[in-house]
Nanobody, 126 residues
Framework: RVQLVESGGGSVQAGESLRLSCAIS????????MAWFRQVPGKEREGVAA?????????YYSDSVKGRFTISKDNIDHTLWLQMNSLKPEDTAMYYC??????????????????WGQGTQVTVSS
């Protein structure tokens, strides 16, 4: 059974940084497409960033975080990371790690992902 466990969330001031991590266990790590999504109450879950399982580890970002966030993965520790810099109050949300073994349609469509973590809260104050 695949398990995803996020950590690293917290409360920061605008302009500061946080680094989220997602530990994956119970599966063949290298086969997964992995992504970070976020959600605020009353709104749909939004794709933040994703990383492909190809050799190049191709990455994808939403326009709202491009240039500020960086997604990466450690194939030895089986960990997915999200480095978040220059945080803004609008980045406040619950952040979720997601993984999928088969080819994706759209990377930012949460329906494409089967495995999910429980989430970690990020709060950015102005």
């Amino acid at each position: 059974r695949v398990q995803l466990v996020e950590s690293g969330g917290g409360s920061v001031q605008a302009g500061e940084s946080l680094r989220l991590s997602c530990a994956i266990s119970g599966g063949t790590y290298g086969n997964y497409y992995m992504a970070w999504f976020r959600q605020v109450p009353g709104k749909e879950r939004e794709g933040v960033a994703a990383i492909n399982n190809d050799r190049a580890a191709t990455t994808y970002y939403s326009d709202s975080v491009k240039g500020r966030f960086t997604i990466s993965k450690d194939n030895i520790d089986h960990t997915l990371w999200l480095q978040m810099n220059s945080l803004k109050p609008e980045d406040t949300a619950m952040y979720y790690c997601a993984a999928e073994e088969v080819n994706l349609g759209r990377w930012d469509d949460d329906a494409e992902y089967y495995h999910w973590g429980q989430g970690t809260q990020v709060t950015v104050s102005s």
